[in-house]
């Protein structure tokens, strides 16, 4: 438990308890509560009322680049939705073995590239293989951490996570990062298995509803905004949110 000054100086009541799973916690309670009760596939640590699922480790990628994932998932048809333009720069966080990146690499040449954001080493040799293989040469590769994905402030036009977000340890503070990380006007994309839809097969902590992404993302110190769902793809919605611009400073 610690104080803060600001907490100190206002309110007595304003500490913020960072002893609960070493993390900080926000002036209204816990940020995330660990439950004994949990589904299997979750890591038994909640935010926001949503179970986090476990991080998909480096030999989950022969998944990731299986042959029938275009046909289930589309993902020529997802990006070929971002409407990416050349000269793009693009973050792909929680990248994997690059599948994705490699597709949107192309559509931002000459001068644009993706960065390639993940927190496994091994991920992140398969993507630069992968990158490689194809030919392409306009990704960069980032080590993130669990809380950050090491971006320079006001630098990202996209920043998307395909099945992503549901596993971040840390959604408040990666989302803090990544509000950062965008130009005024920027877009954050979250590609997650539809909730909604009950013959999605995919196991329940893997999936995400529009309502609770949208209540995750629209958290006004985030400043982004939902802008459109593109519901496009056979089993995921795109959900895209724009960052506002930052409120003027008045000194
Ligand atoms: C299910 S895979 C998806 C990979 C890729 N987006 C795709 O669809 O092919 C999730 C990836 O997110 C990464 N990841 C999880 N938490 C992360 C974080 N906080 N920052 C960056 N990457 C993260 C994992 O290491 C894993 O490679």
Redo the contacts with the bound molecule.
């Keep these: 438990m610690r104080f803060t000054i600001a907490g100190l100086l206002l309110c007595p009541l304003l500490w913020v308890d960072d002893s609960a799973n070493g993390q900080e916690n926000s002036v209204a309670g816990p940020r995330y509560e660990q439950r004994a009760d949990h589904d299997p596939n979750g890591i038994g640590k909640f935010y926001m009322g949503r179970e986090i699922a476990h ?4 030999l ?2 022969p998944w ?2 299986r042959d029938t994932r275009e046909k289930e998932e589309r ?1 020529t048809l997802l990006v070929k939705s971002l409407k990416l333009k050349p000269g793009d720069i693009v973050a ?9 990146s490699v597709l949107m690499a192309e559509q931002v040449l000459p001068d644009g590239y993706v960065i390639g ?4 080493d091994e ?1 992140l040799l398969l993507l630069q293989d992968n990158a490689r293989k194809k030919g392409v040469t306009n990704i960069v590769p980032i080590k ?6 090491s971006l320079a402030p006001r630098s990202v036009d996209l920043a998307i ?4 977000y549901h ?4 959604p408040y503070e ?1 989302m803090q990062e990544i509000s950062r990380a965008m130009k005024p006007g920027g877009r954050v994309v979250l ?1 997650e298995y539809r909730m909604e839809d009950p013959t999605v097969p995919i196991k329940l902590v893997h999936k995400m509803s529009q309502k609770q992404a949208k209540t995750e993302v629209e958290q006004p110190e985030f400043n982004m905004k939902w802008a459109e769902t593109i519901d496009v793809l056979p089993r995921q919605h795109i959900l895209v949110f724009t960052k506002q611009a930052e409120p003027k400073s008045t000194q």
């Design positions: 991080v998909m480790g480096y989950g990628a990731l680049e993902l792909d966080i929680g990248a994997g073995s690059g599948v994705i954001v993940d927190v496994q991920m993130g951490s669990q809380k950050a994905p996570m395909v099945d992503v596993e971040f340890e840390f990666m590609v």
